[in-house]
């Protein structure tokens, strides 16, 4: 998982993509077991193995280039089968997902706001506040 920790992911946006971390462990069918979380704004900031959300330790505040996480993404051995990427969308992606990755991504942002594009190549779930 991909935690977008730039400038224009304000503290609301961070808390509603947390709570998605613990939803999406339970989905996925690994609650309880770990999953690696990226902290990326331009650059990635921290690697954790988390059981649960409130595990992370979130790092950034820059600008956005979400490429340096995927790129990042792509040197785990084994290589993950599932990435999710929580983030504002306010980002450049690169021209296709990690070899062998499908890639979800968790577009924050608030109910009624105009949510920027994601790539043809990633499913596309949004998380919208109120």
């Not at 935690?3 to 961070?14: E, K, M």
């Not at 613990?22 to 690994?30: I, T």
């Not at 600008?63 to 084994?78: I, K, N, S």
């Amino acid at each position: 998982m991909i935690i977008d920790t730039s400038y224009s992911v304000d503290d609301g946006l961070l808390a509603r993509a947390l709570g998605e971390v613990d939803g999406a462990l339970l989905a996925l069918g690994v609650a309880g077991g770990e999953v690696t979380v990226y902290s990326c704004d331009a650059a990635v900031h921290t690697v954790e193995r988390v059981r649960r959300a409130q595990d992370t330790n979130l790092a950034g505040g820059g600008g956005t280039d979400l490429r340096a996480g995927l790129a990042a993404v792509d040197t785990q051995r084994p290589r993950p089968d599932v990435v999710i990427v929580f983030t504002d969308g306010d980002t450049p992606w690169p021209p296709g997902p990690p070899p062998g990755c499908s890639v979800i991504v968790a577009l924050l942002g608030r109910d009624r706001a105009e949510l920027p594009p994601t790539p043809a190549w990633a499913t596309r779930v949004e998380c919208l506040l109120d």
